[in-house]
Nanobody, 122 residues
Framework: QLQASGGGLVQAGGSLRLSCAAS????????MGWFRQAPGKEREFVAV????????YYADSVKVRFTISRGYAGNTAYLQMNSLKPEDTAVYYC?????????????????WGQGTQVTVSS
């Protein structure tokens, strides 16, 4: 089971750090990803990190502004979001994929967190 947290309301240009923690299961060998879903839109890929943390990949819309990382034991993933824009407003979901490098496709994830709301005001 995954638990996402850290969302909230922030002004444009601000920062937030999302966390995703696993419980009852070890995900240190799983690829981890963050996706988001805005009202009326499909879930979209944000960022992915490999099991070792050595490989990361970002959507063009967040590249440079967002950073994905993993905790020391590999059972936690983080998404540092800087220079936030109103278009970043969405529910953010973390996922764990048996593919060790993770994936940009949400269909390839095996476990999901419950989502955390991020709202960026202009």
């Amino acid at each position: 089971q995954l638990q996402a947290s850290g969302g909230g309301l922030v002004q444009a240009g601000g920062s937030l750090r999302l966390s995703c923690a696993a419980s009852g299961r070890t995900i240190s060998t799983y690829g981890m990803g963050w996706f988001r879903q805005a009202p009326g839109k499909e879930r979209e890929f944000v960022a992915v990190i490999s099991w070792s943390g050595g490989s990361t990949y970002y959507a063009d819309s967040v590249k440079v502004r967002f950073t994905i990382s993993r905790g020391y034991a590999g059972n936690t993933a983080y998404l540092q979001m800087n220079s936030l824009k109103p278009e970043d407003t969405a529910v953010y979901y973390c996922g764990a994929s048996r593919q060790s490098r993770g994936s940009s496709r949400h269909e390839e994830y095996d476990y999901w967190g419950q989502g955390t709301q991020v709202t960026v005001s202009s």
